[in-house]
């Protein structure tokens, strides 16, 4: 079987949620035998031609086309052009390669793939894997109002022309179908996946209870609301919590239970922090399936989260909280409960969390899914 899979890079040439998604979709298809025409670009200080993270087992299996994402002035709609370039680039390559099996498209790098075949280009079934699909969920924030009232045409568009749409699950799944009107043999469900190099197997609970939020500064990353909780809690709690990504001075909070480690690129950083938390904070207004999550899962964190995207997927009652978006009172009250809850139970939630990952997210289970599914759809051609 032979896969294209077109992208706008695979970690750690560019880096990003859907980029690493990307990468180890790559690896672990090379790993299972399956053949891959990748296009992508590079934005890193690598030498990408090298493919370096890659083994040599696993480079027999795998086409790399290496492009450059142009990059226009910047001007209102300039992404819209720039993504329909970098697609048409990839495609006019596309089309002078020997034939592939199945063609899978991340965010909008396919678009000139999905418009060719509705135009009567015979083409391979055509899967569209778009990361978040926050564009579908509430938000108060008029930047991402007006970027939903700007993108909304095209994500239609490549949902419904696409020949399969991939979900996470959760409420991502209904949600796009009843947005788009899709039925529900056009939708793949598959979760992400992790590596079993982040599995912490020495999961302890601190003895100050420690928590921790992984992300870029965004409004949608409920920030606000967690910058109000703490804001409240540090006068009569007694707890430690890191901050991991980019934050503005005005909201941060300085005092010693608040430690900001500012924007980390290295992974085993990452890692050592997670494993000295008890509990992942992740107050998002809408989401995806993060990776974060699962990584902290992984790494024996509890989870505090809010129900939104495909994140019940991941998070029960068993490995942690399940909160509304946009609350800070929610966020302090299950902070609180934390705080002042016996070690034995926070210490069952983390093994729970742990356990969840190993039974259903690893790439090596993941991958296998991936595969039938695509099987499926080729046979059905």
């Not at 142009?70 to 720039?82: A, M, S």
């Not at 003895?207 to 006068?235: N, P, W």
């Amino acid at each position: 079987m032979r896969v294209a899979l077109i992208t706008d890079g695979i970690w750690p040439y560019v880096i990003g949620g859907m980029q690493k998604h990307s990468y180890f979709l790559v690896k672990y298809f090379l790993k299972n035998g399956v053949y891959v025409d990748l296009y992508h670009c590079n934005e890193s200080h690598y030498d990408i031609s090298k493919l370096e993270f890659f083994t040599e087992e696993e480079k027999k299996y795998l086409n790399s086309f290496v492009f450059t994402f142009p990059k226009y002035q910047k001007y209102l709609g300039h992404y819209f052009k720039e993504s329909y370039d970098y697609s048409s680039t990839l495609y006019e390559t596309f089309v002078k390669q020997p034939k592939v099996d199945y063609i899978y498209t991340k965010g909008y790098c396919g678009w000139r793939f999905i418009k060719e075949k509705k135009n009567g280009v015979t083409l391979p079934p055509i899967a569209l894997r778009l990361h978040g699909y926050e564009i579908l969920q509430k938000t108060n924030s008029i930047k991402n109002k007006i970027r939903k009232i700007m993108y909304m045409p095209l994500v239609s568009y490549l949902n419904q022309n696409a020949d399969y749409v991939y979900s996470y699950g959760g409420k991502l799944t209904q949600m796009t179908q009843e947005a788009f009107h899709l039925p529900s043999s056009k939708m793949i469900e598959i979760s992400t996946g992790i590596s079993q190099s982040w599995l912490n197997e020495n999961v302890t609970v601190q003895k100050q209870r420690t928590f921790c939020f992984v992300g870029r500064y965004d409004v949608r990353k409920g920030i606000v609301e967690l910058h109000e909780a703490l804001s409240q809690m540090i006068t009569d709690q007694d707890f430690k919590f890191h901050f991991i990504g980019e934050l503005p001075e005005e909201l941060k909070i300085h005092h010693s239970s608040i430690i900001y480690h500012g924007v980390l690129k290295s992974e085993e950083a990452i890692k050592t922090i997670l494993r000295e938390s008890d509990f992942l904070v992740a107050p998002s207004h809408s989401e995806g399936m993060p990776n974060v999550i699962v990584e902290a899962m992984a790494s024996g964190c509890g989870i505090v989260t809010t129900d939104v995207g495909a994140i019940s997927v991941l998070v029960s009652s068993e490995e942690g909280f399940l909160i509304p978006p946009f609350s800070s009172e929610a966020i302090k009250s299950v902070l609180v409960k934390l705080i002042q809850m016996p070690k034995e139970k926070i210490l069952e939630y983390k093994h729970q969390a742990l356990n969840k990952v190993k039974n259903n997210f690893l790439w090596e289970k993941v991958i296998k899914k991936e595969i039938q599914e695509i099987e499926k759809r080729i046979h059905l051609k």
